[in-house]
Each structure stands twice: as structure tokens, then as C-alpha cells.
């Protein structure tokens, strides 16, 4: 199995978006990330991004990855307010470490490091926030997948 860890503010819009929007996404990120899983084999996306904390907004941004046939595999937990030291990075290593699947590869894309590149330094790109996903960030993913 492969998965995408994916942060949403940042990646999947940016500074310089362009229209149309979909549930605050930028079509063509999407269409890159549909891509990305179809090339690479993946499996789909676990979301990593503070939107997951909403209901209301989750249900949006699924409808919205359901209209690019992009599956939400999962989400990281949520940061224990008792660890000062809980960060996403630990989020994602706990999801890896209680899966019952058989992980292969991973790739996470986030505008924010937040502990990641300490845990994860070959899976990890920090996505440029002022881009987004694109062409360059699609072909290192691709890379770390394939």
C-alpha cells in the first residue's frame, strides 16, 4: 500500500490560486493529486490538515476529493493538549504504527515541517505555500512513491 499524507491549506490552494475552486481547492491541485495517485500506484490520501478537526468542513472537502474519485484512506489523530511536544510528525508516526495495512511507501506533502522532517526526512516535501502543489512538487512525490 501507498499513501499520501496530506496537509490541505497550503498544498491544495495557495497564494497565487486560480480558479475555479472546489471546497476552498483549487481544481487543478486536485487534478495534479488525482494524477499522483493514479501514476503512482497510491492508494489515496491520509489527511493531515487542521481541517480535519471540522465535520462540517471534512464533509465538504470529501464531496469535493469524491467529484476526483480521491480516496480519504484515513486521518492522523488529533494533538494531545497534554504532550507540548505532540506534533504532526508524531501524528503521523502513530498512524503508521497502529495500521493493520501493509505500508510501503509513503509521501507527505505540508507547507508546514511541525516535527515532520525529524521523523520522515526522505517522505517528507515541504510544499511552498505560495505554489501549492504543483508540476516540480507532483515529480518529487512521484519519485518517492514509485
Known amino acids: ?3 499520501i499524507f496530506l496537509d490541505i491549506d497550503g498544498v491544495l490552494n495557495s497564494a497565487t490560486g486560480k480558479e475555479p475552486y472546489i471546497s476552498d481547492m483549487e ?3 486536485l487534478k495534479l493529486l488525482k494524477k499522483l495517485i493514479n501514476e503512482s500506484g497510491s492508494s489515496g490520501v491520509v489527511i493531515t490538515s487542521d481541517r480535519r478537526y471540522s465535520k462540517i ?4 472537502k470529501t464531496e469535493a ?3 476526483f474519485e480521491i480516496f480519504i484512506v484515513g486521518e492522523t489523530r488529533k494533538p494531545n493538549p497534554d504532550d507540548l511536544e505532540d506534533n504532526r510528525g508524531k ?23 511541525d516535527g515532520i522532517s ?11 505555500r505560495f505554489y501549492g502543489l504543483n508540476e516540480e512538487v507532483y515529480q518529487k512525490a512521484l519519485e518517492i512513491l514509485k
Open 27 to 29: 481544481a487543478e491541485k
Open 91 to 113: 501524528q503521523i508516526m502513530d498512524y503508521l504504527s497502529s495500521s493493520k495495512e501493509d505500508i510501503d511507501r509513503i509521501v507527505i506533502l505540508d507547507d508546514n515541517d
Open 1 to 3: 500500500m501507498r499513501l
Open 57 to 60: 468542513d471534512m464533509e465538504h
Open 65 to 67: 476529493f469524491d467529484q
Open 118 to 128: 525529524n521523523l520522515f526526512e526522505d517522505e517528507f516535501i515541504l510544499v511552498n
